[in-house]
């Protein structure tokens, strides 16, 4: 198997961390969970991301003021944001507030870890002039 990419898991829900933990065993995808805005900013710091996964219900901050400052950290991550409800508006805002995709509960596999590898392929083109990521090659 391929190294493990982390992917940071910004939820306050339970059901969130264990749903995405079972759909990525056997996967080269590692979720690092933070469950409010704060612990959200520390890790991707930390945490060389390609991917990272925000719950729009996040403690601690309105999503539309949380993304801009995740997707500005030094690795450029894809965030994808989590959500209830799925709708153009909804996903529109998101892209003009510099967000990825959007990911609907309840979770399924195929869809996850496609949108999953989609955002990777992104991340590792840097485009637009990403910076070089860590991780070299999908599996």
Not at 46 to 62: I, N, S, T, Y
Request: charged share 20%; with cysteine.
């Amino acid at each position: 198997m391929s190294p493990a990419i982390p992917v940071l898991l910004g939820s306050g829900r339970d059901d969130d961390c264990l749903t995405l933990q079972a759909l990525f065993q056997g996967t080269q995808w590692t979720p690092i969970r933070a469950g409010n805005w704060s612990d959200m900013f520390k890790l991707v710091r930390q945490v060389d991301a390609p991917v990272v996964l925000c719950d729009r219900d996040l403690p601690g901050l309105e999503w539309q003021k949380g993304i801009p400052r995740l997707v500005s950290a030094s690795s450029t991550p894809c965030l994808i944001l989590l959500s209830d409800v799925s709708d153009p508006y909804l996903w529109d805002e998101l892209v003009q507030h510099g967000g990825f995709d959007l990911l609907t509960r309840p979770f399924q596999r195929e869809g996850v870890l496609a949108m999953l590898d989609f955002a990777y392929t992104h991340w590792k083109t840097r485009w637009p002039s990403r910076p070089n990521g860590r991780f070299e090659a999908l599996a």
